[in-house]
């Protein structure tokens, strides 16, 4: 394992490189990783997501009203949306997870990757192609989008969109706290009949990874729970497909249906 590389970091959270951890695919998990003050404003100022089309069904993105006024008008929210729209941002993620990349056999060459602001809107998040491409390949943005997951909410086993270079999640809430019964996000492995990883919502909990071929994950339903499941969700992304995709495995979307199956049966 190489060891961790210092990068320079931009104040409001910890982009500094982290040892990865291998198992079930790479990936890189950081508690308290805002700052504590700053983390505390964030969850106190955290929106009420209106119901909207996306994952949870209550979202707010850059370029909705509400989330330009947060920006507006919350100190925090700005500077973590400045933190991760930014060059900065896309070095932390190439030199945490280039050999990622290149051993996964990434579709573009990131060697001269940079960022550029670009707002991916509401039709093309849900789509698997943008309707326009704007951008070259290595040129990078970010989306930095606001859920609220409510009772029921769950995702499959899936892979996020062929365009995407890196998924992050930030809780802005935690399990206990909220009585949470469900809402875990698990992590599988390529191997048949290993167990899959589940990481739990805990406050200021940080979990990274690139979308990669193998880096399936899902979200158990929310069965209960006393207040919404809430966090931060950013993703780095190219305007084209930087990954060969194959069709999700049947025993791998069968295993996915069988363990919910079983947990809602028990819960």
């Known amino acids: 394992m190489k060891p961790a590389i210092q990068l320079e970091q ?11 951890t291998e198992s079930p695919f790479p990936h890189v998990q950081i508690n308290n990783f805002i700052a504590s003050r700053q983390y505390a404003q964030l969850r106190k100022s955290f929106p009420t997501c209106p119901p909207r089309v996306g994952p949870t069904g209550y979202s707010l993105y850059w370029g909705d009203e509400a989330y330009e006024q947060l920006l507006n008008t919350q100190p925090e929210w700005r500077d973590l949306f400045n933190a991760f729209h930014s060059q900065n941002f896309v070095d932390w993620c190439r030199q945490q997870f280039l050999e990622v990349w290149e051993r996964d056999a990434c579709l573009i060459d990131l060697s001269d990757a940079r960022y550029v602001p670009y707002c991916e809107d509401r039709i093309d998040k849900e789509r698997g192609a943008l309707r326009r491409v704007e951008h070259e390949p290595e040129e990078l943005w970010v989306r930095m989008d606001i859920h609220q997951a409510q009772p029921g909410y769950d995702r499959p086993v899936h892979l996020d969109h062929a365009r995407r270079l890196v998924s992050m999640l930030i809780y802005v809430c935690d399990q206990t706290e909220n009585e949470m019964v469900g809402g875990e996000l698990f992590l599988y492995s390529n191997k048949k009949g290993s167990s899959p990883v589940k990481v739990s919502p805990q406050h200021n909990r940080m979990i990274a990874f690139p979308c990669s071929p193998g880096s399936y994950h899902s979200v158990s339903k929310i069965m209960a ?27 791998r979307r069968m295993l996915g249906k069988v363990k919910q199956t079983f947990k809602d049966a028990v819960g």
């Open 10 to 20: 931009e104040g409001i959270c910890d982009l500094s490189q982290h040892r990865l």
């Open 225 to 251: 729970q006393r207040s919404p499941r809430n966090y931060i969700q950013v993703h780095l992304s190219s305007s084209v497909d930087v990954w060969p995709r194959e069709p999700i495995p049947v025993w």
